[in-house]
């Protein structure tokens, strides 16, 4: 549960895969802060290794374990990068200082509590300095000058009133006036926020913890399972650059939430119901419909609840589409295409276009996307992978497609990093050389998902 990082073949305890991996979680999280709002060459090539190291881990299968020394660097790390990274937000200086001060505070308090195998208060520690935070930054930030808030208070309450929020102008907003660029399952799901406390950012806080309790019935029934979900819930919370996100009214939370519950009923033999929290992540942002075929593939759900999940994903999206279909596609997928390169999205097509001066074809980031998924798709059919290696070819295809795009910000990456987080909640599998995909492996898949 809580071992010290181990020596493989004589390397030092330093260079040990679980620090590796705690070292380069700390180096994309510092990249993350930084990127807010603002492009730079070493941003993309920290988030370049990063994806380059989750390839490599994959592919060779390495085993790692949600170690105590590798806890230590991630945490630590997260409370110096909050401290000194540069973090955008539209706070004061006095609020935003005090938020500060608040995570570093937290970040070192649960690892205290982390080091001493206190699990359940850990993990009150970090929900409490989250929601610390979280408060601070909304009260002292009540309008946030950025078109996504903007866009989900006023479609919250179009949506009060009966009205299609895809036919809608948007008073005020600094950005996007005249589109509501997501599915429609974002703006009811974060609507009580609106509703019953005027900011679509409590619900949005709400759905954050929803998300950590996922990982609690993910892992919480096996041996060292409590150690490592309230450990993993903690980074969740505590990640850097997480005040920016909670500022800017950045939805992946959601998004988190349903694949977070996806995987925890799956693991507890519910692979049923979890077409159902599955179906609404979908039908909230369009992206998510590319983890489909891996999970079509991927035998303990299958091909049927795949199919089912895009079904009730298309029922619950239907209404809006059916209210207006030209408002709708105009919305979330022909303004997307079309929509203009911003220049501080830290992708490779910004970098080819502001380093370079090239703009790459649109038809260059569907092909790397799609042939990143025809590569994922095979390798998940052929092993079988375990639930946490599924978690993670998840995060890599996100990633390169996100490295790809024109339109990838903290957000986005935030998304992948926190997949892979949520794989170490479960217990590391042991290395599988020459694994085909065959019975034995999958049977060997299905042990290690099996409900403790």
Not at 289 to 317: C, D, E, I, K, N
Request: glycine share 8%; aromatic share 10%; charged share 10%.
């Amino acid at each position: 549960m809580t071992g010290q990082a181990r020596t493989r073949r004589g390397a030092p305890a330093l260079l040990a895969p679980e620090l590796l991996l705690a070292y380069g979680w700390v180096l994309s999280f510092a990249a993350l802060q930084w990127s807010v709002v603002r492009f730079k060459v070493p941003i993309v090539l920290a988030l370049t290794a990063a994806a380059i190291g989750l390839a490599v881990w994959q592919v060779r299968r390495i085993p790692i374990a949600l170690t105590v020394p590798a806890v230590s660097v991630m945490l630590v790390g997260s409370a110096l990068v909050t401290a000194t990274v540069p973090l955008f937000s539209y706070v004061d200086a006095a609020g935003l200082a005090v938020a500060r001060v608040i995570l570093v505070a937290t970040c070192l308090a649960a690892l205290v509590a982390l080091r001493a195998g206190r699990a359940v208060p850990a993990l009150a520690v970090a929900v409490g300095g989250y929601l610390a935070m979280a408060v601070l930054v909304i009260l002292r930030d009540p309008a946030p000058r950025i078109d996504v808030w903007v866009t989900l208070q006023q479609a919250t309450q179009a949506l009060r009133r009966g009205e299609n929020f895809y036919a809608l102008q948007w008073i005020d907003s600094p950005g996007v006036s005249d589109a509501f660029t997501y599915l429609p399952w974002t703006a009811v799901l974060l609507a009580p926020g609106r509703w019953l406390a005027g900011d679509v950012r409590w619900a949005l806080v709400g759905w954050t913890l929803v998300a950590v309790a996922a990982v609690w019935a993910l892992a919480a029934r096996d041996p060292g399972g409590r150690w490592r979900a309230a450990a993993v819930g903690t980074l969740l919370l505590l990640a850097p650059g997480t005040l920016t996100q909670v500022d800017q009214a950045w939805t992946e939370p959601l998004l988190l939430a349903g694949l977070a519950w996806w995987a925890a009923l799956v693991r507890r033999g519910h692979a049923g119901w979890a077409i159902v929290p599955l179906a609404l992540a979908c039908a909230s942002k369009q992206h998510l419909v590319l983890l489909l075929p891996l999970l079509a593939l991927w035998r303990p759900f299958g091909w049927r609840r795949s199919l089912a999940t895009g079904v009730l994903a298309g029922l619950l999206v239907l209404p809006w589409f059916l209210a207006g279909p030209a408002d709708f596609l105009d919305d979330t997928v022909l303004l997307l295409v079309s929509f203009h390169a911003i220049l501080f999205a830290n992708t490779w097509y910004l970098l080819a276009l502001n380093v370079f001066g090239v703009e790459l074809p649109f038809w260059v980031t569907g092909l790397v996307v799609l042939g990143t998924l025809g590569l994922v798709a095979r390798t998940v059919h052929r092993r079988q992978p375990d639930l946490g290696e599924l978690l993670r070819w998840m995060a890599l295809l996100l990633l390169v497609a996100n490295l790809v795009n024109k339109q990838a910000f903290y957000n986005q990456f935030w998304l992948c990093g926190a997949l892979v987080v949520v794989s170490l909640a479960l217990p590391a599998a042991p290395a599988v050389r020459g694994g085909d995909g065959g019975p034995a492996d999958l049977v060997r898949g299905r042990a290690r998902e099996a409900p403790a």
